[in-house]
């Protein structure tokens, strides 16, 4: 257990402690349940009690494919050495590509959809911007796993976000099947908070976007977390799309099918929310993994 003054000062305390934890979310998922948007009472009940909800269909298949042709064009004319792209582990093929909505004018007009930004607006009660975009490719045979984490720990601790006041959604701009790494969930998670062991190395960042091995929780926790919630991973066509809470546990597999996988994130926060210093006392990570503008 913490210290009282170190919860007192920063309840969502991880990392600095000797001993992993399971502690209590202590905001609210929908922060205005009374805000107007886009998303049904039902849907906003769903997305509360599980830490997400799911679209069969958020994007046309139209507009899904022109944004694929997009990200692939990104992907062969970037310069593979800007800060922006993450190869991966063992390979120069490029894993992420971050900050799209600055790289490509279709991904800016994407961000700005009003039927996208409007559901962020509803479920954190506020006016949002955008804190982090990204896209994830997976080739086929080959598309490496990430490992199970809460990316409000992450923002937390490396970015300086105060509170759990954020929403992420993945669009799918191929088809997101049961074998080719899809997104899985651990639903209800989002309504317990992990506390992980391990100091924060230096420039942590240049290593986690690879591989992370800090701020990750252990087997027990992630045990105690499926036998009290339930393991999902939805999936479905290009086009389709799940948002989920900051705090839900999430995490995907490698991908050893021969189809493809390259989804869009879009990583909303309050305005209310806007980071501070990180609470993990190392430097902020560059602007293109949380927005400080």
Known sequence: MLPTQTLARDPYASRNVDQWELAPRLDPVLWDPATPGPLSAEQLVRFDESGFYGFERLLSEERASQLLTRARHLQLTLDPNLDEVISE??????????????????????????SIVGMARQILGSEVYLHQTRINFKPAFRGKEFFWHSDFETWHMEDGMPRMRAVSISISLTENTKLN???MLIRGSHRTFVRCVGETPEEHFRSSLKKQEFGVPNR???QL?????????????????????????????????????TNLFLVFNSVENRLVEPFAGTPPRPGFLGERD
């Open 89 to 114: 582990p063992a390979s120069q093929e490029i894993r992420s590509i971050f900050r799209v909505h600055r790289l490509d004018e279709a991904f800016a007009e994407t961000c700005q959809d009003e």
């Open 181 to 183: 790494g899809p997104l």
């Open 220 to 222: 027990e926790a992630l």
């Open 225 to 261: 977390l499926v036998e009290q919630g339930e393991l999902v991973a939805p999936h479905g066509p290009a086009g389709s799309a799940v948002m989920f809470d900051c705090n839900t546990m999430h995490a995907s597999a490698g991908n050893l099918s021969p189809t493809p996988r």
